[in-house]
């Protein structure tokens, strides 16, 4: 049967009954944003054609991905991440058994170092593109060594788990579905927001309401931003500046609050780190005294 021909079109002036009308209106800006739709694991469905007209399809963590996805940055067909790439001991040079991360390998390409160039960092909206789907395969890696290492993390101990068991006796194990349970480590989870909840109630029960609540936000026009651009470049093509600029004004300002007690005697503090638009990063800040 022949495709359907869609078109899909965006209303600014048209909302669901009942619903906010910021949730969807149109994007004004034009920003590179990645969406990975589904609860479950699932790989990406990445296929290429073939000189000889046959399709293939190949996995994101394919040696070959990088350079057939983005040819105007790897023109000389170079090797992207792939899972047997070994560290190398930075003393003997030698490799050892460890295996490289997804994050320490895209980390390395997209360093800052002195007398070389780096040529991804001057592709400005490509180059956005590509640090986010490069970070869709972190969250990718991630995911995956939980969902293969359940029984380490200890999963069948959640409590939820063994009630929806023990109390419910037409439950059979051997049918229930096999579920990926993030553990707090993993940034964004829901015990991870819950345990941050928790800590703030722990400290609000043991010390009263906090004396400060400071938001700390990133300002696009610090000179050390600035700085560091290339020629002809806007803070908002080089978010890896801006995240690293914060990160250590961020650290300047605690250390500032807490180390050098310009404010008196700190008891305890906690802060959360939120993206504005524009990927300006800004951080709500508790402190008592």
């Not at 105007?72 to 790439?85: A, C, P, S, T, V």
């Not at 194990?173 to 964004?188: C, H, Q």
């Not at 927001?193 to 400071?214: I, K, N, S």
Request: a neutral charge; charged letters at 25%.
């Amino acid at each position: 049967m022949p495709a359907d021909d869609y078109a899909v079109v965006i209303r600014a002036d048209k909302r669901p009954i009942g619903q906010h009308e910021r949730q969807f209106n149109a994007p004004t800006i034009d920003e590179v944003a990645i969406v990975i739709v589904g609860e479950e694991f699932e790989s990406r469905d990445i296929i290429f054609h073939r000189r000889s007209g046959d399709i293939q399809q190949i996995s994101e963590i394919h040696r070959s991905y990088d350079g057939l996805q983005y040819p105007i940055l790897f023109w000389r067909g170079d090797d992207g991440y792939h899972f047997n790439i070994k560290m190398i001991n930075p003393q003997t040079g030698e490799g050892t058994n460890k295996i490289v991360s997804v994050m320490n390998f895209y980390s390395y390409r997209l360093m800052i170092r002195q007398n070389a160039e780096n040529h991804i960092l001057k592709c400005r909206q490509l180059f956005h593109q590509y640090i986010v789907e490069m970070y869709a395969k972190i969250e990718t890696e991630r995911l995956l060594y939980i969902r293969l290492n359940q029984t380490d993390l200890r999963s069948e101990q959640y409590i939820h788990l063994r009630d929806a068991i023990a109390y419910d006796g037409n439950v059979n194990p051997n049918e229930l579905r096999r579920m990926a349970i993030l553990p707090s480590t993993f940034t964004g989870s829901p015990r991870h927001m819950h345990e941050y909840a928790q800590d703030e109630m722990t400290y609000v029960r043991a010390y009263g309401r906090p004396d400060w609540f400071v938001t700390f936000t990133c300002n696009p026009t610090w000179n050390e931003i600035k700085e560091r651009l290339l020629v002809g470049q806007s803070s908002s093509d080089r978010h890896d500046i801006t995240a690293r600029v914060f990160k250590q004004k961020l650290k300047c300002l605690m250390d500032f609050i807490i180390k050098h007690h310009v404010f008196g005697e700190t008891r305890c503090w906690m802060y959360s780190i939120e993206w504005q638009k524009r990927g300006l990063p800004h951080a709500h800040i508790l402190v008592w005294f």
